[in-house]
């Protein structure tokens, strides 16, 4: 490994904006032909590669893994979904829903659907189709 010195890296990517990140991320492709994400992901650990991986990541991308967790995390994670649908513009939800549907192959709805039961399951496909209809208007 490179033996990573983790404050390098919060001082190269935790001060830049989601297009700078996206832009290092490209520089180091070109100049190395390896992923940096990957490389970062194969470098780090625990709590910090999980940070570091997610702060990585397009918004729409870092909403679905972290609706995935959520998903996955059972009853405890379920409000992370209902935030991520309730505070993102009806745009952003479904760039959210088609960034899980290609990550993960199935939709963001059948996730909840497998996984949820009740109001909990009701709201949050409820917030899912209501951001969708509000993009259609």
């Known amino acids: 490994g490179w ?3 983790e404050k390098s890296v919060i001082t190269i990517l935790g ?3 989601v297009y700078q990140r996206q832009q290092i991320r490209k520089s180091y492709q070109e100049t190395y032909q390896e992923d ?5 992901e194969s ?12 702060w990585m990541l397009e918004p729409a991308d870092r909403d679905a893994v972290l609706a995935n967790v959520a998903i996955k995390d059972g009853n405890k994670g379920h409000h992370v979904i209902i ?3 309730s505070v993102l513009s009806p745009e952003e939800v479904l760039a959210m829903r088609r960034a899980y549907h290609n990550r993960y192959k ?5 996730d909840v659907a497998a996984h949820t039961t009740g109001h909990l399951r ?15 208007r």
């Open 3 to 5: 033996g990573t010195d």
């Open 15 to 17: 001060h830049r904006n």
């Open 36 to 40: 940096l994400l990957k490389r970062l």
């Open 43 to 54: 470098e780090l650990s625990g709590d910090f590669e999980r940070a570091v991986y997610r």
């Open 83 to 85: 935030e991520i649908v």
């Open 106 to 110: 199935h939709s963001l709805e059948e």
């Open 122 to 136: 009701q709201n949050i496909l409820y917030w899912g189709t209501a951001a969708n209809t509000r993009t259609r």
